[in-house]
DNA sequence: CACCCTTTGAAGGCC
DNA sequence: GGCCTTCAAAGGGTG
């Protein structure tokens, strides 16, 4: 993919990585948000700025950045200092071990983070080897630490690594066991063995939140009967798959959190979508290879799945009911409603390009930045942002996503801004 | 206690 | 195909 070319430099240089964020929106909104202190303010405006700087400079750099980062986590890796730190350009670096095992989301851990006071905390910290759960595909290790090793052992099932689905959706412990391949699993799951009777990483009780945790808990603690009384009236939930933002999220939030020891998530998100623009475009895609994988993997255990099951399990959320009630007409979603067929001068870039704003339209603001007195940021007329779509053209299809998708899941945005918008960048 | 907030991406339904 | 909605994670905040 031309996203990921490595190969004229240039085009990851991003200079025509227009990647969409609501920044006026952010900084309003910080401010507006609990976390008025400035100090804290800055701290935020820091940590996107440190990624901001990183990509108005160069790779190197920002991996240099993430060694930094990384070395918030020192004390924590020590023991695993005499593992080669930087396999993967870095990107996995800190804390996305467990993939496909400790990374897993934890919907996917049925019986919860191999450390019980970890959950919070992505994979590093529980002492994991380093690379083993961030190298899911190329340097899958069969033999995770964290699987215990009294796991049964299924006489003649042997586990035989998958390049081409590697084991992403770590098997349950004490229910398929690491002797088994991940195909073994598929294949049971496919001949009878539903889902809802293994409760395989993916499947998560019906409710809350944490309920898997204490599902996972129960599960050792109450006895079997009361497990099945409680557990047979509820139909477990397979849980979609991550998608790449939410990889990254998952495995940065830690990260972020330790540095400006914030906690709540909205803040914390807003941070990390912030950071997430800054990725370069290799970076983003080893995510968006990671998420392709995971939904591949997915789809393969849970064929009949569909996103669509899970509707309804979360409540709406209130903007969705009021959309619902009162669809605003008056409240224009796009540039095009907003200012009009005769001012598309005010229109922001992709609109103009475009005569459409994905942001708009599906989130009610445009991302892509007008400047601040409403005219539209004159965006160059860059290649639309896809993905950056990590399958290969040799080796990976592209995502379906992609080729499903009529519109990029991104939208461009002129990187000038961003950098407009740094503060330490007057580049 | 339940929901909100906040982010991006994926998926699926509707037209 | 375009548009729209919902969910995925997370955990403090809010009513």
């Given at each position: 993919m031309p996203q990921l070319?490595?190969?004229?430099?240039d085009d990851l240089?991003?200079?025509?990585?227009m990647i969409p964020f609501k920044d006026e929106e952010d900084h309003e909104k910080i401010r507006e948000s609990?976390?008025?202190e400035s100090d804290l303010a800055d701290l935020k405006s820091s940590l996107v700025n440190e990624s901001e700087i990183s990509q108005n400079s160069n790779s190197a750099v920002i991996r240099r950045g993430q060694q930094e980062d990384q070395r918030i986590y020192t004390d924590k890796r020590e023991h695993l200092?005499?593992?080669?730190?930087?396999?993967?350009?870095?990107?996995?670096?800190?804390?996305?071990?467990?993939?496909p095992f400790l990374m897993l989301p934890e919907p996917y851990l049925p019986n919860g983070p191999?450390?019980?006071?970890?959950?919070?905390?992505?994979?590093?910290?529980?002492?994991?080897?380093?690379?083993t759960p961030l190298l899911?595909?190329?340097?899958?290790?069969?033999?995770?630490?964290?699987?215990?090793?009294?796991?049964?052992q299924k006489p003649g099932v042997h586990r035989h690594q998958s390049q081409?689905?590697?084991?992403?959706?770590?098997?349950?412990?004490?229910?398929?066991?690491?002797?088994?391949?991940w195909f073994s699993h598929s294949l049971m799951l496919q001949s009878g063995m539903h889902p809802t009777g293994i409760p395989h990483p993916?499947?998560?009780?019906?409710?809350?939140?944490?309920e898997h945790d204490q599902f996972d808990r129960n599960i050792y603690t109450k006895s079997h009967a009361e497990m099945k009384r409680e557990k047979e009236p509820k139909k477990p939930v397979i849980k979609k798959p991550l998608n790449a933002f939410m990889l990254y999220m998952k495995e940065m939030r830690a990260k972020v959190i330790a540095e400006c020891?914030?906690?709540e998530s909205a803040a914390i998100n807003q941070i990390l979508g912030r950071r997430w623009h800054a990725l370069t475009r290799e970076e983003q895609a080893k995510y968006y290879e990671l998420a392709r994988k995971e939904r591949q993997l997915h789809m393969q255990l849970y064929?009949?799945?569909?996103?669509?099951?899970?509707?309804?399990k979360k409540k709406r959320r209130k903007r969705d009911k009021q959309q619902d009630s009162g669809?605003?007409?008056?409240?224009?979603?796009k540039c095009r409603a907003r200012f009009g067929l005769n001012q598309?001068?005010?229109?922001?870039g992709p609109c103009r390009r475009k005569k459409k704003c994905i942001r708009y339209l599906q989130?009610?603001?445009?991302?892509s930045p007008h400047s601040?007195?409403?005219?539209?940021?004159?965006?160059?007329?860059?290649?639309?942002?896809?993905?950056?779509?990590?399958?290969s053209p040799t080796s990976s299809p592209l995502p379906q996503s992609a080729k499903r998708s009529?519109?990029?899941p991104r939208l461009s945005l002129d990187f000038s801004r961003i950098k407009t918008e740094s503060h330490n960048n007057p580049d």
């Open positions: 070319n490595g190969g004229g430099g240089g991003a200079n025509d990585e609990a976390f008025t200092d005499d593992v080669p730190k930087h396999q993967d350009g870095g990107m996995y670096k800190a804390s996305y071990s467990g993939y191999v450390s019980p006071s970890s959950n919070k905390v992505s994979v590093v910290q529980q002492g994991m080897h380093p690379l899911p595909y190329d340097h899958f290790n069969p033999s995770p630490p964290h699987i215990p090793t009294d796991v049964s081409e689905i590697s084991g992403f959706y770590s098997l349950p412990q004490g229910q398929i066991t690491p002797s088994m391949n993916a499947i998560v009780p019906p409710s809350g939140k944490q020891t914030l906690k064929p009949s799945w569909s996103a669509r099951d899970n509707y309804g669809t605003d007409p008056s409240s224009p979603k598309q001068t005010d229109w922001c989130r009610g603001r445009c991302a601040s007195d409403g005219s539209a940021i004159d965006s160059p007329p860059s290649p639309v942002n896809h993905p950056p779509n990590p399958a009529a519109h990029p």
